[in-house]
């Protein structure tokens, strides 16, 4: 079965940093797309960055709001991505979700009907003042 677990998630001052991680298991896809998204009540659903996983390796892209400080790092383990997360703001703070479907990305970060087939539970991030 797939699963996807997100660790990393809690409480930072602002300007501060944190990283994320998502790990896949129970999978042999060959390629996919990893995503990261977050929401607040009230608010639509963002999503941050995602990843295009192949054995040629990776092509990543971020959200205009995030560009600069939120980045995937270079040395990911085996099926785990890490986002490092810097010059975090109160307006990052959200449950941030990690999503995941075999094959590959679609071309709009916030595309409404690319189909994400597996979820994390999610992980809170909170962003003081």
């Known amino acids: 079965q797939v699963q996807l677990v997100e660790s990393g998630g809690g409480s930072v001052q602002a300007g501060g940093s944190m990283r994320l991680r998502c790990a896949l298991s129970?999978?042999?896809?060959?390629?996919?797309?990893m995503g990261w998204f977050r929401q607040v009540p009230g608010k639509e659903r963002e999503a941050v960055a995602r990843?295009?996983?192949?054995?040629?390796?990776?092509?990543?892209a971020y959200a205009d709001s995030v560009k600069g400080r939120f980045s995937f790092s270079q040395g990911y383990a085996k099926n785990t991505l890490t986002l490092q997360m810097s010059s975090l703001k109160p307006e990052d703070t959200a449950m941030y979700y990690c999503?995941?479907?075999?094959?590959?990305?679609?071309?709009?970060?916030?595309?409404?009907?690319?189909?994400?087939?597996?979820w994390g539970q999610g992980t809170q991030v909170t962003v003081s003042s």
């Open positions: 129970g999978s042999t896809f060959e390629r996919y797309c």
């Open positions: 999503a995941a479907t075999q094959g590959s990305c679609s071309g709009d970060l916030n595309d409404p009907t690319y189909q994400w087939n597996y």
């Open positions: 990843a295009y996983i192949s054995p040629a390796g990776r092509a990543t």
